[in-house]
Every structure is written in structure tokens, then in C-alpha cells.
């Protein structure tokens, strides 16, 4: 890698949260000294007097902040201050427990394989896979030839039964990753035309979905969604821009489009070409977004076998289905027929150029971080967050060559930005190798005794919840029993599997017996989507867990079944020779909030087997609608940034999951002897800790279904006596909810 090119993305990546296909769009916005002083003053009738201090830059040193006022701050305001560089939109401890694993996994890979390594040969594919990835003077010389012969099948197409053969082959198939989960659920989305959900049968869709008793024990059933859109979401923006031309705007409106662009003219196309194939793929998307807008008649999607599938055949679904493998599905559930039906008025061979051109853009999306520096830097340099200032940075940097002396200050240092590429190649490794991957970490890096220890807890919070679900005098008896049995019956994953998948016949090949990273992750792409399929069709091979590592735990409703994974099994959730207080704070927490997962408002729905059955008495769901209708109303009461309160219906979920886990453990909490709350309470807050731009919180609080990390620590503490009996907190400060105000479901 050059210095020049270097030096460039030093300054680039300072603005970059991941890298991925596309970057991160929003540039932060500093609020004026009224707004803030609004933020501060503002409280609404369920309380919400906390300052945005968790936003990067506006916490100070001489700000004094009281655990009876801001607990969260209070306990975090350290670890707040010492993040002073917005080199992500949001950080928090989560990004640092995936930095510990890949630097403790790049040890790993740089160096000298232990004696007597027991994962030897997972080792040396995954120690390939990072040099592939790592070796920038290798990826140079391979250009963009990696991807280019896909490219000329692509624009050799001349009719719609070719581009029909094409859509069935692997050149698509790989690009887009159309793949089942190691649980056989879940289909990647494609760019227009992929399914992207699988489910076990007996269940059908949504809250409202069919339970269908028609599908055979070893069938699976096919959930055919809306596509995914890479461009059309971006249209409106482009077409507000009036004094551009189309590919202008399109360009300035949506970081995919001007990546796509510029690679296209990366590959050999002139000005114009680039221009036309653009124009074209966003004519398409166009054309299908205003084929899917309007309201379906199958609100809990049409149900079709394969012959009924086959039947729709101006655009060949069924056929891509059999393709790639799942051609033998009981049934496939059609969420949107106008969507299918626009797809096939659109699919002609009129239209066949808008076609190959939205499938040229989204090979070259795929491709771009696994080609060479210069794609790279296509996607660095995209983005909506790439000011004026920046974009002065980055031609001072182009005009200085190898100047280090450019943006001192401004950016990552020579050994920081080493690093950051490592973990880089670290992350593309795991991502092709995850089970190698796995099997590495645990061999090497996670506690002897740690899967025996969180076994431990979850069985006591597990027994906790029963007592704590006995004991709950608004359900009727039956419920109670059928609520109890559910949670009985619930399957639980921690740390990792006790079977690994078979990783034996993977053998990744090396630069110097001609190999490519792009061509070697396309080809274990291959070995994933074969893995998904036999998941499919064997039990034992559903069984296979692989994304341990991931920094996270979940609840599947469908299943009745929680995972924790190793990956959130350390740092400050699983902290080594930690305290019980510690352990149970952050682990223990997390536990309890996937259970209570299948008691929120949505997993409610679902039987212990986990299909969609109502086991409640109407009297029962009507005084718990009535429980979940004050968490609402209470949470869409809290103005979290002055701006307005919380959607109550879209986080309420997950503020009923926090509510609940939190009780299960403070009762636990309660019968050992000497407990120490204050440090329980502060390892609670530390496991939240986080820093965000004031887009990326805005952002959260449209779309995500999650409240605010500051106050998934402040809103669940003041419904316990004992934080206030350990604080002092007495009516008036910022921590003091009314006794009569709080709002615990269970």
C-alpha cells in the first residue's frame, strides 16, 4: 500500500463506524447552547431530566453530576470523557469486547502455533485467510481482475434467457450470499429478487400469523419478503436536487451509488456508460418500489406450494428457488403478490437492460472491499458525512503525497492505523471461517471454567423467574401453569456448541498458488450456503451453532430457545476474576432479559414449542394488554434528546425485557447475605456504557426498537426500592420516579 494512499485513509477512516459496502451517512450536529440548555431543563410527566451527555463532546470535566441525578453519566463519566476522537458514530463497551477478541485472535494468527494445537488445520486456513486479506501489495496487482470476468458474462448477455441462466448460477448466487442461518431461518436478502426468510414449520407470520398443521415434521417452509433496495431509498433525496443531472444527485443522494460509479469506471466503462448502467438500475428500483407500495390483501401472506409458485411464470421465482436448492420446501409464503406481479410486468425483454445494469451494480457493490486500494478508497471516500472540510483534508493529503506531517492531530497514528487494518483482515477471516474461527477463540482464549459458571447462573435465574412467575397474583392459575411451562421448556445455548460443524474439507488456498481473497471468500461463501441447505434437512445439522462469537444474546420466539454466545461471555460482561455482583450485573442481567423476551408483548403470542397459540385466559391477556399499555404510555412520555418522547409501541419490548431481567436479578440479589449493591449497581451501568454522534442518536430513536443505552440504565433502576435506598435518592432529584408512576410488567 502506498504512502500517499495510506496517509489518505488515515484521514478517511476517522469518520468510518464499519466498513462495509456502503458508509455511514449523517454528519454530527452540535446543538446551540439553547438547545442544550433545553435538553437539560427538559422533563417529562414519567420523568426524563437527563442531560445528553453521553453525546460525543458535551460532557466536561467541571460538569458535576450526582448517581442521584444521572446514574449512568455518574458512574460512566470517565469512561464518557476519555472518548474525545469521533472516529465512529457511535462507540461503546460492545465495540471494545470485538476489538479484544480480533487483537487477541491476531496474537493468534501472527504467531507460532502452540504445541500440540488441536484445531491445527482451522488455524492454518484461517492464518491464509488473514494474509489474504492483509496482503495490500498482492490485492494491487490483482486489481479488479478478480471480479471482471463476472462482469463481461454480465454484459455478454444479449437476452432474458440468459440473464435468467445467469440469475441461477453461482456468479449471482455468491454475490449476493442468499444463504440459511446455521438454525435453518434466516435467507440473506438479495438486491431484488431473493427470499429472504426460512422458517420451521407450524409457524406461520407475524403476531397474526396461520398455524399451519399441514407441514411435514422434516419440512421447512420459504418466506419470500419485498426486496431489499441498495439504491431507491435514496430516489426522493436525488430528485430534490434540482440543479443536478440525474446521476449527479443520484451520486450525491446515495453512498452505493457513487462507490457502484466510480468502480464502474474503475472496470473500464467511459463517463456516459457508468451514467447510463446508474440510471438504469435506479429506474428499476423505481419501478419495483412503486410496484410493492401498495397495501397487500394478504395480511398474513399467500401460502403456495412449488406447482402454484412454478404457475407465476413471467418472472421465473421458482425456478431461482430450485437452483439454489430450495426447490423441495412444503411451502413458500408470498408476503407481497404485488411485488411478484410487478416483477413480472417489468421482466421483458424491453426491460432486460435494467436488469443486467442493476445486477452490474450489485456485483460491483459486493465486490469493492475485496479487491485493491483503490475500490477501497471508493468506499472510504463515499458518504454524506464527508464535509467540506474533509473533502479539503483529503486534497491536502493529495497534494502533500507522503507528507507525515499532514492532518497531525486529525487522525489515526502510523501504529493505530496498522492495527486498524489487522483487525480489518481479522474480521474478513471470521466472517469466511466462522467456525474456525470459533473453535480457535475457545481453544484458546475463553475461561476453563466459564461455560460451567454462566450454566450456573442461568440455571438460578432460570429458577428465580419460576418463583418470580408463581408469585405474580394478577394471573389466573392456568396461565401461571402454562407461563412456567414455557419457561421450562425453553432451550438454552451458552459459550458454544458442544458439536463443531466439520471444517475437515475446507482447504484455503494462498496467493502463492494463485489465489485471490475475492476469489477464496466467494468460494467459502459456496461451503456456507451448502451448510445452510443440509441444515434444512437434517436435524443434527440444525443443531450446529456458529455465530458463538458474535458480541450478543437473543431470544427467538419461534423456537423458545436463548443464546450466549462466548462472544459477550468477557470483557466488562464476563470480566475475569470478576465479582459475583459484576458477573450477575452484566451476564446475569443479560439472562434475565431473554427470558423475559418470551413474556413481552410480542413473545407473549408463542407456546412453549414455540408456536403461535394464545394460552392465555382473556381475562389474563386483557390485565396484561393493560400492564404493557402503561409501559407505552409512560415510555412515549420520555423526551429523550428534546425533540420528542420515545415511540412507546417500538421500544416497549425491549424496555419490558430490561424491566423484567433486572427484577429476576435483584431478587437473586436479595438472598445473598453481605451483597454489595453499589458495586452491582455500577458494573449495571458500566455494561452500557456508550458514545454517540446526535444523528446516530436520532437514528435510534426513528428506527431502532432498542431506548437509548443511558437510559436502558436510568429507566429501569428507579423501579427498585433498594437503588434508592443505596443512593439516597429522595423526590426532586433526577433519578426519583413516583411510586405510582412505575411501570414493571412482571
Same mark, same amino acid.
Given at each position: 500500500?502506498?504512502?500517499?494512499?495510506?496517509?489518505?485513509?488515515?484521514?478517511?477512516?476517522?469518520?468510518?463506524?464499519?466498513?462495509?459496502?456502503?458508509?455511514?451517512?449523517?454528519?454530527?450536529?452540535?446543538?446551540?447552547?439553547?438547545?442544550?440548555?433545553?435538553?437539560?431543563?427538559?422533563?417529562?410527566?414519567?420523568?426524563?431530566?437527563?442531560?445528553?451527555?453521553?453525546?460525543?463532546?458535551?460532557?466536561?470535566?467541571?460538569? +458535576?453530576?450526582?448517581?442521584?441525578?444521572?446514574?449512568?453519566? &455518574?458512574?460512566?463519566?470517565?469512561?464518557?470523557?476519555?472518548?474525545?476522537?469521533?472516529?465512529?458514530?457511535?462507540?461503546?463497551?460492545?465495540?471494545?469486547?470485538?476489538?479484544?477478541?480480533?487483537?487477541?485472535?491476531?496474537?493468534?494468527?501472527?504467531?507460532? &502455533?502452540?504445541?500440540? $494445537?488441536?484445531?491445527?488445520?482451522?488455524?492454518?486456513?484461517?492464518?491464509?485467510?488473514?494474509?489474504?486479506?492483509?496482503?495490500?501489495?498482492?490485492? !494491487?496487482?490483482?486489481?479488479?481482475?478478480?471480479?471482471?470476468?463476472?462482469?463481461?458474462?454480465?454484459?455478454?448477455?444479449?437476452?432474458?434467457?440468459?440473464?435468467?441462466?445467469?440469475?441461477?448460477?453461482?456468479?449471482?448466487?455468491?454475490?449476493?450470499?442468499?444463504?440459511?442461518?446455521?438454525?435453518?431461518?434466516?435467507?440473506?436478502?438479495?438486491?431484488?429478487?431473493?427470499?429472504?426468510?426460512?422458517?420451521?414449520?407450524?409457524?406461520?407470520?407475524?403476531?397474526?400469523?396461520?398455524?399451519?398443521?399441514?407441514?411435514? +415434521?422434516?419440512?421447512?417452509?420459504? +418466506?419470500?419478503? @419485498?426486496?431489499?433496495?441498495?439504491?431507491?431509498?435514496?430516489?426522493?433525496?436525488?430528485?430534490?436536487?434540482?440543479?443536478?443531472?440525474?446521476?449527479?444527485?443520484?451520486?450525491?443522494?446515495?453512498?452505493?451509488?457513487?462507490?457502484?460509479?466510480?468502480?464502474?469506471?474503475?472496470?473500464?466503462?467511459?463517463?456516459?456508460?457508468?451514467?447510463?448502467?446508474?440510471?438504469?438500475?435506479?429506474?428499476?428500483?423505481?419501478?419495483?418500489?412503486?410496484?410493492?407500495?401498495?397495501?397487500?390483501?394478504?395480511?398474513?401472506?399467500?401460502?403456495?406450494?412449488?406447482?402454484?409458485?412454478?404457475?407465476?411464470?413471467?418472472?421465473?421465482?421458482?425456478?431461482?428457488?430450485?437452483?439454489?436448492?430450495?426447490?423441495?420446501?412444503?411451502?413458500?409464503?408470498?408476503?407481497? @403478490?404485488?411485488?411478484?406481479?410487478?416483477?413480472?410486468?417489468?421482466?421483458?425483454?424491453?426491460?432486460?437492460?435494467?436488469?443486467?445494469?442493476?445486477?452490474?451494480?450489485?456485483?460491483?457493490?459486493?465486490?469493492?472491499?475485496?479487491?485493491?486500494?483503490?475500490?477501497?478508497?471508493?468506499?472510504?471516500?463515499?458518504?454524506?458525512?464527508?464535509?467540506?472540510?474533509?473533502?479539503?483534508?483529503?486534497?491536502?493529503?493529495?497534494?502533500?503525497?507522503?507528507?507525515?506531517? &499532514?492532518?497531525?492531530?486529525?487522525?489515526?497514528?502510523?501504529?493505530?492505523?496498522?492495527?486498524?487494518?489487522?483487525?480489518?483482515?481479522?474480521?474478513?477471516?471470521?466472517?469466511?471461517?466462522?467456525?474456525?474461527?470459533?473453535?480457535?477463540?475457545?481453544?484458546?482464549?475463553?475461561?476453563?471454567?466459564?461455560?460451567?459458571?454462566?450454566?450456573?447462573?442461568?440455571?438460578?435465574?432460570?429458577?428465580?423467574?419460576?418463583?418470580?412467575?408463581?408469585? $405474580?397474583?394478577?394471573?389466573?392459575?392456568?396461565?401461571?401453569?402454562?407461563?412456567?411451562?414455557?419457561?421450562?421448556?425453553?432451550?438454552?445455548?451458552?459459550?458454544?456448541?458442544?458439536?463443531?460443524?466439520?471444517?475437515?474439507?475446507?482447504?484455503?488456498?494462498?496467493?502463492?498458488?494463485? &489465489?485471490?481473497?475475492?476469489?477464496?471468500?466467494?468460494?467459502?461463501?459456496?461451503?456456507?450456503?451448502?451448510?445452510?441447505?443440509?441444515?434444512?434437512?437434517?436435524?443434527?445439522?440444525?443443531?450446529?451453532?456458529?455465530?458463538?462469537?458474535?458480541?450478543?444474546?437473543?431470544?427467538?420466539?419461534?423456537?423458545?430457545?436463548?443464546?450466549?454466545?462466548?462472544?459477550?461471555?468477557?470483557?466488562?460482561?464476563?470480566?475475569?476474576?470478576?465479582?459475583?455482583?459484576?458477573?450477575?450485573?452484566?451476564?446475569?442481567?443479560?439472562?434475565?432479559?431473554?427470558?423475559?423476551?418470551?413474556?413481552?408483548?410480542?413473545?407473549?403470542?408463542?407456546?412453549?414449542?414455540?408456536?403461535?397459540?394464545?394460552?392465555?385466559?382473556?381475562?389474563?391477556?386483557?390485565?396484561?394488554?393493560?400492564?404493557?399499555?402503561?409501559?407505552?404510555?409512560?415510555?412515549? $412520555?420520555?423526551?429523550?434528546?428534546?425533540?420528542?418522547?420515545?415511540?412507546?409501541?417500538?421500544?416497549?419490548?425491549?424496555?419490558?425485557?430490561?424491566?423484567?431481567?433486572?427484577?429476576?436479578?435483584?431478587?437473586?440479589?436479595?438472598?445473598?447475605?453481605?451483597? !454489595?449493591?453499589?458495586?452491582?449497581?455500577?458494573?449495571?451501568?458500566?455494561?452500557?456504557?456508550?458514545?454517540?454522534?446526535?444523528?446516530?442518536?436520532?437514528?435510534?430513536?426513528?428506527?431502532?426498537?432498542? @431506548?437509548?443505552?443511558?437510559?436502558?440504565?436510568?429507566?429501569?433502576?428507579?423501579?427498585?426500592?433498594?437503588?434508592?435506598?443505596?443512593?439516597?435518592?429522595?423526590?426532586?432529584?433526577?433519578?426519583?420516579?413516583?411510586?405510582?408512576?412505575?411501570?414493571?410488567?412482571?
Amino acid at each position: 500500500m502506498n504512502k500517499t494512499f495510506r496517509k489518505l485513509l488515515v484521514t478517511v477512516l476517522s469518520c468510518l463506524l464499519l466498513v462495509g459496502c456502503s458508509s455511514p451517512s449523517g454528519v454530527t450536529i452540535d446543538p446551540s447552547d439553547a438547545a442544550r440548555d433545553q435538553l437539560a431543563d427538559s422533563s417529562g410527566p414519567a420523568g426524563s431530566p437527563w442531560n445528553d451527555w453521553f453525546i460525543y463532546g458535551v460532557l466536561t470535566e467541571q460538569d +458535576e453530576v450526582r448517581p442521584q441525578d444521572d446514574f449512568f453519566t &455518574a458512574i460512566n463519566k470517565d469512561w464518557i470523557l476519555e472518548q474525545t476522537d469521533e472516529d465512529y458514530l457511535e462507540w461503546s463497551v460492545v465495540d471494545e469486547r470485538e476489538y479484544q477478541i480480533k487483537d487477541q485472535m491476531i496474537g493468534l494468527f501472527e504467531g507460532d &502455533a502452540p504445541e500440540g $494445537e488441536q484445531y491445527g488445520h482451522d488455524l492454518d486456513n484461517l492464518k491464509v485467510m488473514y494474509d489474504l486479506a492483509g496482503d495490500w501489495d498482492g490485492r !494491487d496487482r490483482d486489481g479488479v481482475r478478480p471480479v471482471k470476468a463476472i462482469v463481461e458474462r454480465l454484459q455478454a448477455i444479449k437476452s432474458l434467457d440468459e440473464f435468467t441462466d445467469w440469475l441461477c448460477s453461482d456468479d449471482y448466487r455468491l454475490s449476493q450470499c442468499w444463504e440459511a442461518s446455521e438454525d435453518g431461518k434466516i435467507l440473506g436478502v438479495g438486491l431484488y429478487c431473493l427470499l429472504p426468510y426460512v422458517q420451521e414449520p407450524g409457524f406461520g407470520s407475524g403476531e397474526d400469523g396461520p398455524v399451519r398443521d399441514d407441514i411435514p +415434521e422434516d419440512g421447512y417452509v420459504v +418466506e419470500i419478503d @419485498p426486496p431489499s433496495m441498495e439504491l431507491a431509498p435514496y430516489l426522493s433525496e436525488a430528485d430534490a436536487l434540482e440543479e443536478e443531472s440525474d446521476v449527479d444527485a443520484f451520486r450525491k443522494a446515495s453512498d452505493n451509488a457513487e462507490i457502484a460509479y466510480n468502480l464502474m469506471l474503475y472496470i473500464g466503462l467511459d463517463e456516459d456508460e457508468a451514467a447510463d448502467v446508474l440510471n438504469d438500475a435506479m429506474t428499476l428500483e423505481s419501478l419495483m418500489e412503486d410496484g410493492c407500495s401498495q397495501e397487500s390483501d394478504y395480511e398474513d401472506g399467500e401460502w403456495l406450494t412449488f406447482d402454484e409458485l412454478s404457475q407465476r411464470k413471467r418472472f421465473p421465482l421458482a425456478r431461482i428457488a430450485r437452483a439454489y436448492g430450495y426447490g423441495d420446501a412444503s411451502a413458500y409464503i408470498l408476503y407481497d @403478490p404485488a411485488w411478484l406481479k410487478t416483477m413480472g410486468d417489468l421482466y421483458n425483454e424491453d426491460n432486460l437492460h435494467l436488469f443486467t445494469s442493476h445486477a452490474l451494480v450489485g456485483v460491483l457493490l459486493d465486490s469493492a472491499m475485496m479487491l485493491d486500494t483503490q475500490a477501497y478508497n471508493f468506499v472510504a471516500n463515499a458518504g454524506s458525512w464527508a464535509d467540506d472540510e474533509l473533502e479539503s483534508d483529503v486534497e491536502q493529503v493529495e497534494e502533500e503525497g507522503s507528507d507525515e506531517s &499532514a492532518n497531525e492531530g486529525e487522525t489515526l497514528n502510523d501504529e493505530e492505523l496498522d492495527q486498524w487494518f489487522k483487525r480489518d483482515a481479522c474480521k474478513i477471516a471470521a466472517d469466511a471461517l466462522p467456525v474456525s474461527y470459533a473453535k480457535l477463540y475457545i481453544e484458546h482464549f475463553y475461561g476453563e471454567t466459564t461455560n460451567d459458571d454462566v450454566l450456573e447462573m442461568t440455571n438460578d435465574v432460570l429458577r428465580e423467574y419460576e418463583r418470580m412467575l408463581q408469585e $405474580e397474583d394478577w394471573m389466573s392459575q392456568e396461565t401461571r401453569d402454562a407461563a412456567v411451562a414455557k419457561l421450562k421448556a425453553m432451550k438454552i445455548q451458552v459459550g458454544y456448541p458442544s458439536t463443531w460443524q466439520d471444517t475437515s474439507a475446507i482447504e484455503v488456498q494462498s496467493r502463492a498458488n494463485g &489465489a485471490t481473497l475475492y476469489d477464496e471468500v466467494r468460494k467459502l461463501r459456496a461451503v456456507r450456503l451448502e451448510k445452510g441447505l443440509a441444515a434444512l434437512r437434517d436435524s443434527d445439522a440444525a443443531s450446529l451453532w456458529t455465530s458463538c462469537m458474535d458480541v450478543n444474546a437473543f431470544y427467538l420466539a419461534e423456537t423458545n430457545s436463548v443464546t450466549i454466545g462466548a462472544g459477550i461471555l468477557g470483557g466488562v460482561y464476563w470480566p475475569e476474576n470478576g465479582s459475583y455482583e459484576e458477573r450477575l450485573a452484566a451476564t446475569g442481567m443479560t439472562i434475565g432479559h431473554e427470558f423475559s423476551h418470551a413474556f413481552d408483548s410480542y413473545g407473549a403470542n408463542f407456546d412453549e414449542s414455540g408456536t403461535y397459540r394464545n394460552w392465555w385466559t382473556d381475562e389474563d391477556w386483557d390485565t396484561f394488554d393493560q400492564r404493557v399499555a402503561r409501559v407505552k404510555k409512560a415510555l412515549s $412520555e420520555i423526551d429523550p434528546l428534546g425533540s420528542g418522547g420515545y415511540d412507546g409501541e417500538q421500544v416497549c419490548d425491549e424496555c419490558m425485557a430490561d424491566l423484567g431481567g433486572l427484577k429476576v436479578i435483584m431478587r437473586l440479589a436479595s438472598q445473598r447475605p453481605d451483597f !454489595d449493591y453499589d458495586k452491582f449497581f455500577r458494573a449495571y451501568a458500566r455494561s452500557w456504557a456508550s458514545v454517540m454522534t446526535y444523528d446516530t442518536a436520532h437514528n435510534q430513536l426513528e428506527t431502532d426498537g432498542h @431506548p437509548l443505552d443511558r437510559d436502558r440504565v436510568n429507566i429501569p433502576l428507579r423501579e427498585f426500592d433498594k437503588f434508592y435506598e443505596t443512593y439516597g435518592i429522595k423526590e426532586g432529584d433526577g433519578m426519583w420516579l413516583d411510586p405510582k408512576d412505575r411501570i414493571s410488567v412482571w
